[in-house]
């Protein structure tokens, strides 16, 4: 088969290799569809640490077509990955803290993964989908799971007021969250198309730039999600807080990026400054609420591409207009 395979940075090439096969307590999917993520370009270009050569993807589903000994899950089911593999022993992974393990080994980035039309995972890591789901609708699993593990720490609570920074998958998704929990949301993004997009996902109201953001909320927000990954929302995100109010930080900059931050506004005005770090135990929750359609992926689907398109997809910069490109091998 041919694989999305990253040999080094900048090196990123359809490869011919072999289809995976299952060893025990492993499954062989087909995969329906893998989306193109930004860490997937941070990894293309060495600002992620990775383990080359290694076949990209880590946001895909599939159909089970092969199992290896001592694994139930019956053939034919259709499940969602959850790429990262903790190892289960260390510190940190005995106290909760998974998403942390140091010895973690995430599937697509240390391991092959889905840009590739058949993928191995241990079945420990696959959450079942509806028969019926639309294939496409699996990818979505583990940025949602990422997602709600922000939202999480975030904790929004009804009536209170969320800013979202981001107009993206990760910013589309966390407005839906806060909505869902019962805050009122307002959106910001420079593209109009996706503030559109998050207003029918359920913001109230959106703005462009973080300015305009404080002209519409002048108190400000009591949680700002920063879904953005771009040094000015980063920084910007703690202005837009009410005093005692929260910011947690989903986007991803790039390794050794350095941003100016207020310590004294922070501590002043008491902003609770969080970092959320991949999905831990969220993705059962991510697959059931695409699953039960409380979460709506389909208007987040701008595109979907044949694996020989997927290295100049990855390779080039996003599309300003796309929220989400998928691979369907
Ligand atoms: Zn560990």
């Not at 060495?46 to 019956?74: K, M, Q």
């Amino acid at each position: 088969m041919h694989a999305v395979k990253l040999f080094g940075p900048g090196d990123l090439r359809l490869a011919l290799c072999d289809a995976p096969k299952p060893q025990a307590a492993d499954i062989v999917i087909r995969v329906e569809s893998a989306g193109i993520c930004g860490t997937d370009r941070h990894l293309f270009k060495g600002e992620f640490p990775c383990a080359p050569p290694v076949t990209l993807g880590h946001e895909f589903s599939g159909i089970i077509i092969a199992r290896g000994e001592g694994v139930d899950l019956p053939l034919g089911a259709r499940v969602a990955c959850d790429p990262n593999c903790p190892c289960g022993r260390c510190a940190l992974c005995r106290k909760g803290k998974v998403n942390l393990c140091a010895n973690n080994r995430a599937i697509g980035i240390h391991e092959d993964g889905g840009f590739a039309p058949y993928a191995k995972l241990p079945a420990h890591r696959a959450h079942v989908l509806p028969p019926d789901l639309n294939p496409l609708f699996g990818a979505f699993c583990e940025p949602l799971a990422c997602t709600l593990h922000g939202v999480d720490l975030g904790a929004p609570k009804p009536g209170e007021r969320v800013i979202v920074l981001g107009g993206g998958v990760i910013g589309q998704m966390a407005v839906q969250l806060a909505k869902l929990a019962g805050a009122e949301v307002l959106l910001v993004t420079r593209q109009a198309a996706k503030r559109r997009l998050g207003e029918d996902l359920g913001a109230s109201l959106t703005a462009a730039t973080l300015p305009g953001a404080l002209a519409l909320w002048p108190q400000g927000a009591d949680l700002v999600l920063e879904c953005a990954g771009v040094p000015e929302t980063v920084t910007g995100a703690p202005a837009l807080c009410t005093p005692g109010g929260r910011v947690v930080v989903l986007g991803v900059l790039p390794k050794g990026t350095t941003v100016p931050i207020d310590p004294f506004d922070l501590l002043f005005r008491e902003i609770s400054l969080l970092y959320s770090f991949l999905n831990p135990f969220t993705q059962g929750r991510a697959a059931h609420l695409i699953a039960s359609g409380m979460i709506q992926v389909a208007p987040l689907i701008s595109r979907q591409i044949p694996l020989d398109d997927a290295v100049q997809a990855i390779s080039q910069p996003p599309h300003p207009d796309d929220v989400k490109v998928l691979i369907v091998p």
